[in-house]
C-alpha cells in the first residue's frame, strides 16, 4: 500500500512520496525474503524481495532523486502558430 500511496505523491514532485517509496521497498524486501527463507518451494518470495530491492536502489540514486523531486519548468509550451488556428463562424 505504501508503493501505491508513493506513486501518487510522486507524482505530485513531494518528498514524502519518495521516503513512502524507499520504506515500502524495504519492507517488501524485507518481508518477502523472511517468507522466501521460511517457505522456498517456490522462488516468488525471492522475486519480490528482489523487486523491494531494486526500488531502494534505484531511489537513492542521486540523479534519480533528483529528476523525481525536481519542480516542474515553469516555461509555457509555445503556441501552435495563428495560421493552423481554427476560425470562428
Given amino acids: 500500500m505504501m ?8 507524482g505530485q514532485r513531494r518528498m514524502s512520496g519518495w521516503y513512502l517509496a524507499v520504506i515500502g521497498g524495504l519492507a517488501t524486501c524485507v518481508v ?36 523525481l523531486l525536481q519542480p516542474y519548468a515553469s516555461e509555457e509550451l509555445p503556441h501552435p502558430a495563428a495560421g493552423l488556428q481554427p476560425k470562428a463562424a
Avoid at 508503493?3 to 510522486?10: E, F, G, S
Avoid at 525474503?33 to 540514486?61: C, E, F, K, Q
Wanted: aromatic letters at 4%.
Fill in 32 to 67: 518477502s525474503g523472511a517468507t522466501h527463507y521460511v517457505r522456498h518451494a517456490t522462488i516468488d518470495y525471492l522475486l519480490g524481495s528482489l523487486m523491494g530491492l531494486s526500488i531502494v536502489l534505484m531511489l537513492i540514486v542521486p540523479s534519480v532523486r533528483e529528476r
Fill in 3 to 10: 508503493t501505491i500511496a508513493a506513486i501518487c505523491l510522486l
